[in-house]
C-alpha cells in the first residue's frame, strides 16, 4: 500500500514561485503530479520515473515547472516558477508501482493519490 501527502501549496503572485512537495510512504516507480479546478477534468502536469532520469511535463507547464524526486528522502518536488493566474488548482500527486510503466500522462495510470493541496496564483 502506497500513501502519498502533499504540502506546499498557497498563495502567490504571478511570476513568482512556490514549491509542493509529496511525502511518500511505500514503494513506487513513476511519480506524478496533476491538476484539477472545479468544473474540468483532472490534467497531467508532469511525471518523473524511479531513476529520476526522466522527466514528463504538459506543454502548459514546460520550462516552467520542474519534477524532481529525492528517494532517499521518499519525497517528490514540483518545483513552480513564473507561476501564471492558470495555474490556479488543486494539486495531486499520484503514484503508481508497476515497473516500465508506458503511458505516464493519464490518471488511469495512477493507483495511488494524495488529498491535494491548493495552488492559486493572483494576478
Known amino acids: 500500500q502506497v500513501q502519498l501527502v502533499e504540502s506546499g501549496g498557497g498563495l502567490v503572485q504571478a511570476g513568482g514561485s512556490l514549491r509542493l512537495s509529496c511525502a511518500v510512504a511505500?514503494?513506487?516507480?513513476?511519480m506524478a503530479w496533476f491538476r484539477q479546478v472545479p468544473g474540468k477534468e483532472r490534467e497531467f502536469v508532469a511525471a518523473?520515473?524511479?531513476?529520476?532520469?526522466?522527466?514528463y511535463y504538459a506543454d502548459s507547464v514546460k520550462g516552467r515547472f520542474t519534477i524532481s524526486r529525492d528517494n532517499a528522502k521518499n519525497t517528490v518536488y514540483l518545483q513552480m516558477n513564473s507561476v501564471r493566474p492558470e495555474d490556479t488548482a488543486v494539486y495531486y500527486c499520484?503514484?503508481?508501482?508497476?515497473?516500465?510503466?508506458?503511458?505516464?500522462?493519464?490518471?488511469?495510470?495512477?493507483?495511488?493519490w494524495g488529498q491535494g493541496t491548493q495552488v492559486t496564483v493572483s494576478s
Open positions: 499520484a503514484a503508481d508501482d508497476h515497473p516500465n510503466t508506458v503511458v505516464i500522462n493519464r490518471r488511469w495510470t495512477y493507483d495511488y
Open positions: 518523473v520515473r524511479w531513476s529520476g532520469l526522466s522527466t
Open positions: 511505500g514503494r513506487t516507480d513513476v
